[in-house]
C-alpha cells in the first residue's frame, strides 16, 4: 500500500521509483563467492563453493578438520588463486593477491597471529604504512590513529607506544582486530578465533564483535565451537569435502542439523579393523597435568587395544601424548607401565621405558630430512645397534630394509634421502622407527595427516597389526571416521581434560562431536 | 623385495651417492687442491718437495686439530669461538705447572699434558652446559669464554712468555718419527680419531641427527643435550691437544698465542663442506679444508706474492666455497 502512494508520489522521477523498486532485488552483497574451485596436486580442495554475505552480518563456517574452510579463506584473502570462480566485493571483482584483498577490505585473522612483539602497539597496527612525512616516521600522528582503533576494540586502556610483547595474548588478539579496523576493514575473517583464549576474554571478543557489526562489516568467523556459534553468528555455513553442504540463518539450524550436517556417512570397511584379545594394563596415567593446555587426564590402555583420542585444535590431545612421552615438563600426575611406576624426564627416558611417540609434523618434528630413510630408522635403536659405541653398518642395515620391508616404503633403497620421498612413504620410515625398539606403547599423532588414501589403508593395517603383536596403541587424529573406524575407544578431550569415554558400538560422529565441541554429552 | 635384490639396490644406491659426492660434496673441493698443488708444482720447483710438503702440515696442524672438534660444533648447528684463547690457556696452564723444570723431567711432561687437557675439556665443557641445558645462544657464550680464556691466560703468565718445558711435553711438538714432524702425526691421528667417531659410533650418529632437526632427534629418544654438552667439550680438548702441539714446537707458551685461530678453523670447516646450518659434515672435508688454507698460504709466499695479500686471498677462498656449496645445495632440491 505504501509503494502504491510511493509510486503515485514519484511519478515524476522514474529514477526514484527504481531504485526504490530495486532495493528489494539487489543491492550487491558485501561479499560473493562463486563457484570457487580450488585443487592441488592430489586434492581438490574446494569443489565449487558460493557464499554470499551481507554487511552487519556475522557469518560462521563450521565443518571438520579437511572439509575446505581453511583452503576457502585463504582464496579469500588472496593466498591462494582460485582455478575456477569468481569473488566480488560490493559487485566488484576481487583481483587477484593478498595486496587487492587488503585494498578491498579482506582483513583475515589467522589463528597465529601475524604481530611483531619487539615493536609497538602502534608500529603493529601501521606495520609497513606507518603515517609519515617526508620519510620521517609521525610517531604522534600514528599513536593518536592507533588510540582511535584500540577504543573500537575495548582497548582504551592500551597506550599505543607500549610493546607488543608485553600484552597478555588476550589483548594481542584483539591488537589484532584494530588492525584489521587501521586498514579500513570491510570484511572480517577470523579463523578459530577464541581457541587460545580463557571464558572471560571470549565475552570481551563477543561484544566487540557485536559492535563491529553494529558499524555494517561484514564478519566470517570459522569456528569449531558449536554454542560460540549460535551464540554470535547471524547465520551459518557448513562445510565438507570442499563443498557447501548447507547455508541457512541461525533461527533455522538446531544443533543437531548442524552436527548432521557435518558429519560425512560413508563409515564402511575401509577400515581394516576387527576385534581383538586385550592383554594386561600396559600404560596408566592418572590426573597428568601440564600447563597451560593440559588439565588434567586420567586413562589406561591395554596391551592390543587401540585408543583414538578425539577432540578439537587446541583441546590437549597432542600435549596428553608429548606429556606422557617426557616431551612436556609435568605439573601433576604420574604414569605406570606395565603397572609399575615411572618418572620421565624427557623422550630418551620415554623410548627408555617402552613408550614411542610420532608426530603429527613429520618435517618439523619427525624426520631428519636430509638423512637416509637407514639412518631416519636407525634413531632411535642406535643403543641397541651399537657393540661399545661403534654402530654396526650391518645391524643398522638390516634394521632398515627390515623396516622398509614390513612397512612397503616405497623407495629406490633404504639409502635414499627421506626429503624427497612422499608422505605416506615418510609416515612408514617413522613408523619403522618408532617399531624397531619394540615399544610397549605406541602414540600415533595424527598417523594419516597428509597422506593419500592409499598409504592410509596400509597405515591402519600396520596399526591393526602393532595392537595384534601385543603393543598399547593410542591414536590423536582429527579425521573423525578414521579415529571411529579404527579405534576399540574413543576418549574425548575438551580445553585440557578427557571429558568421557565412549566405547565404539556407541561412538558415532554426533556423540563424539558434541562432546568434542561442547565439553558435556546430548 | 629380497634381501639381496635389496643389497644390491643398496650397493648401487651407494655407489651413485659416491658419484654425486664426487659432483657436488667434496669432489669439487679436492679437484680444487689438486689443481692448486699441479699449478704451484709447475710454478715453483720448490713446491713438490717433501720438505715443503710436510712443512705445510705442519703449519696447518693446530688449526686441523682444534678443527675436529669444531666440526663436531658446527654439525650440531653450533659454534665454537673460544678455540684460539683455549689453545693458548692451554698451553701456558700446563707452563705454570711446569715452571722450572729440567728437560728429563717426565713426570712434569705427563703432568703438563694432563693439566693442559683437563683445562681445556673442563672450559669446552662450560661452553656445551651453557648452550645445552641454560639455552644461552652459542654465538654469545663462545665469545665471552674467548675473552675469558684470553685474559686468565694473560692474568696468570702476567703478560710475559714462559720456556721451557720438559722433553716428554714437547715432543708432540718438536720430535720427528720415521722422518715425520710430531705436529703432522698428532694432527693425523686427531683426524683418524675424529673420523671414526664422528662416522661409526652412536655418538656421531647422534651428532648428525641432532644438528640435522633437533626436534626430531628429541622425539626419537636421543638425548639432545647431552650430545651438544659433549661436542663443545670434544673441542675443548682438541683445542687443548693443539695448544700442548703449539707449545711444544715452540718450546714456549705465549700469552697472544693462536691469536685470531678460532676464524681460521671455522673456516678450514666450512670450506671443508660442513654447513653452519647443521646436520651436514664431514672430518674428511674439514682435513682437505685445513690443508688447501695451508697450501695456499705456502704457495703464495714460495711464488712471491705480497704477504698483504695472503689474507684477501684467504678471504676470497672462504666466500668462494661457501658460494660454490649454497648452489649445489639449491640445485640438489
Known amino acids: ?48 563453493v558460493s557464499l554470499e554475505l551481507q554487511a552487519g552480518h556475522v557469518m560462521a563456517i563450521v565443518g571438520e578438520n579437511g572439509a575446505g574452510k581453511s583452503s576457502l579463506i585463504k582464496t579469500l584473502s588472496g593466498a591462494y588463486e582460485p582455478d575456477e570462480g569468481t569473488i566480488e566485493i560490493n559487485g566488484q571483482p576481487l583481483a587477484r593477491g593478498t595486496h587487492a584483498a587488503i585494498d578491498a577490505g579482506v582483513a583475515v585473522i589467522y589463528q597465529e597471529l601475524s604481530l611483531v612483539n619487539d615493536m609497538t602497539v602502534a608500529e603493529n597496527l601501521f606495520l609497513g604504512r606507518m603515517p609519515s612525512r617526508s620519510g620521517l616516521v609521525l610517531r604522534k600522528r600514528a599513536n593518536e590513529m592507533a588510540r582511535t582503533a584500540l577504543a573500537q576494540v575495548g582497548l582504551e586502556g592500551v597506550s599505543p607506544s607500549m610493546r607488543l610483547g608485553d600484552l597478555p595474548l588476550n589483548k ?120 597451560p593446555v593440559l588439565r588434567s587426564a586420567s586413562f589406561s590402555v591395554r596391551a592390543g587395544e587401540i585408543v583414538g583420542i578425539a577432540g578439537i585444535a587446541g583441546a590437549g590431545r597432542t600435549e596428553l601424548l608429548k606429556a606422557i612421552f617426557g616431551a612436556l615438563p609435568l605439573s601433576g600426575g604420574e604414569v605406570l607401565i606395565r603397572g609399575q611406576k615411572v618418572s620421565i624426564g624427557s623422550p630418551a627416558q620415554g623410548v ?171 | 623385495m629380497t634381501s639381496t635384490a635389496a643389497n644390491q639396490a643398496d650397493s648401487q644406491a651407494r655407489s651413485r651417492r659416491i658419484i654425486r659426492q664426487l659432483r657436488t ?43 675436529v672438534g669444531g666440526t663436531f660444533v658446527i654439525i650440531t648447528s653450533g659454534i665454537d669461538l673460544s678455540v684460539g684463547s683455549l689453545v693458548a690457556l692451554s698451553g701456558m696452564v700446563a707452563a705454570t705447572v711446569m715452571a722450572g723444570s729440567s728437560p728429563d723431567n717426565v713426570a712434569l711432561g705427563i703432568a703438563g699434558l694432563g693439566v693442559a687437557l683437563v683445562v681445556g675439556a673442563l672450559v669446552g665443557a662450560l661452553n656445551g652446559l651453557s648452550v645445552a641445558w641454560l639455552r644461552l645462544v652459542p654465538f654469545i657464550v663462545t665469545l665471552a669464554m674467548m675473552a675469558m680464556a684470553r ?38 691421528v686427531v683426524f683418524v680419531i675424529g673420523h671414526v667417531l664422528l662416522r661409526k659410533t652412536t655418538f656421531g650418529h647422534q651428532v648428525f641427527a641432532v644438528g640435522g632437526n633437533k626436534e626430531a632427534a628429541r622425539l626419537a629418544g636421543i638425548p639432545v643435550n647431552r650430545v651438544i654438552f659433549l661436542t663443545y667439550t670434544l673441542a675443548g680438548a682438541t683445542a687443548a691437544v693443539a695448544g700442548i702441539v703449539l707449545a711444544g714446537r715452540l718450546n714456549s707458551a705465549l700469552p697472544s698465542a693462536a691469536n685470531g685461530l678460532e676464524l681460521q678453523v671455522i673456516a678450514g670447516i666450512v670450506i671443508g663442506g660442513t654447513s653452519l646450518a647443521g646436520g651436514r659434515g664431514s672430518i674428511v672435508g674439514t682435513f682437505i679444508g685445513v690443508v688447501l688454507i695451508g697450501v695456499i698460504n705456502v704457495g703464495l709466499s714460495l711464488l712471491g706474492v705480497n704477504p698483504f695479500w695472503t689474507q684477501f686471498i684467504q678471504g676470497g677462498v672462504i666466500f668462494a666455497a661457501v658460494l660454490l656449496d649454497a648452489v649445489s645445495q639449491r640445485r640438489k632440491l
Open chain 1, 1 to 48: 500500500m505504501n509503494s502504491e502512494r510511493g509510486s503515485e508520489v514519484s511519478t515524476g522521477n522514474p529514477h526514484h521509483a527504481v531504485t526504490n523498486a530495486g532495493s528489494t532485488v539487489a543491492a550487491p552483497p558485501l561479499l560473493r563467492m562463486e563457484g570457487i574451485v580450488k585443487s592441488f596436486p592430489g586434492v581438490k580442495a574446494l569443489r565449487g
Open chain 1, 172 to 291: 594481542r588478539q584483539l591488537v589484532e582486530v584494530a588492525k584489521a579496523l587501521a586498514r579500513d576493514a570491510r570484511i572480517l575473517v577470523m579463523d578459530e578465533p577464541t581457541a587460545a583464549l580463557q571464558r572471560e576474554d571470549i565475552a570481551n571478543l563477543y561484544a566487540v564483535v557485536r559492535r563491529l557489526r553494529e558499524t555494517g562489516m561484514g564478519i566470517i568467523f570459522i569456528s569449531h565451537h558449536l554454542e560460540e556459534v549460535f551464540e554470535l553468528a547471524d547465520s551459518a555455513v557448513v562445510m565438507r569435502d570442499g563443498a557447501t553442504v548447507g547455508a541457512r540463518a541461525m533461527a533455522q539450524w538446531t544443533e543437531q542439523d548442524l552436527v548432521q550436517a557435518m558429519v560425512a556417512r560413508n563409515l564402511d570397511s575401509f577400515y581394516p579393523w576387527e576385534p581383538r584379545d586385550y592383554g594386561p594394563v600396559m600404560l596408566e596415567v592418572r590426573n597428568l597435568a601440564s600447563p
Open chain 2, 151 to 188: 685474559g686468565l691466560t694473560l692474568a696468570i703468565s702476567d703478560g710475559r712468555t714462559k720456556f721451557d718445558f720438559p722433553n716428554a711435553f714437547t715432543a708432540f711438538g718438536a720430535k720427528t718419527l720415521v722422518g715425520l714432524p710430531a705436529p703432522m702425526i698428532v694432527m693425523l
Open chain 1, 352 to 522: 627408555r621405558n617402552g613408550l614411542v611417540y610420532t608426530s603429527e609434523d613429520r618435517k618439523l618434528e619427525g624426520l631428519v630430512l636430509d638423512a637416509s630413510i637407514e639412518e631416519n630408522v636407525a634413531l632411535s635403536s642406535l643403543l641397541a645397534l651399537a657393540t661399545g659405541g661403534f654402530v654396526s653398518n650391518t645391524k643398522k642395515r638390516k634394521l632398515a630394509q627390515e623396516a622398509s620391508t614390513r612397512f612397503g616404503v616405497r623407495a629406490s633403497s633404504v639409502m635414499q634421502i627421506t626429503g624427497n620421498l612422499s608422505g605416506g612413504n615418510q609416515q612408514k620410515v617413522i613408523l619403522g622407527r618408532a617399531t624397531a625398539t619394540q615399544p610397549a606403547v605406541i602414540m600415533l599423532d595424527e598417523p594419516t595427516r597428509g597422506i593419500d588414501v592409499g598409504a592410509k589403508t596400509e597405515i591402519y593395517a600396520h596399526m591393526v597389526s602393532m595392537a595384534r603383536a601385543g603393543a598399547a596403541v593410542i591414536m590423536v587424529s582429527s579425521e573423525l571416521p578414521e579415529l571411529l573406524g579404527m579405534s576399540d575407544r574413543v576418549l574425548v578431550m575438551y580445553r585440557g581434560n578427557i571429558v568421557t569415554e565412549i566405547p565404539r558400538d556407541k561412538a558415532d560422529s554426533e556423540t563424539v562431536i558434541q562432546w568434542a565441541t561442547t565439553g558435556v554429552g546430548a
Open chain 2, 25 to 67: 660434496g667434496l669432489g669439487p673441493l679436492l679437484a680444487a687442491l689438486i689443481l692448486i698443488c699441479i699449478g704451484l708444482s709447475i710454478a715453483s720447483p720448490e713446491f713438490l718437495t717433501t720438505s715443503t710438503l710436510t712443512n705445510i702440515m705442519v703449519q696447518v696442524s693446530v688449526v686441523g686439530i682444534a678443527a
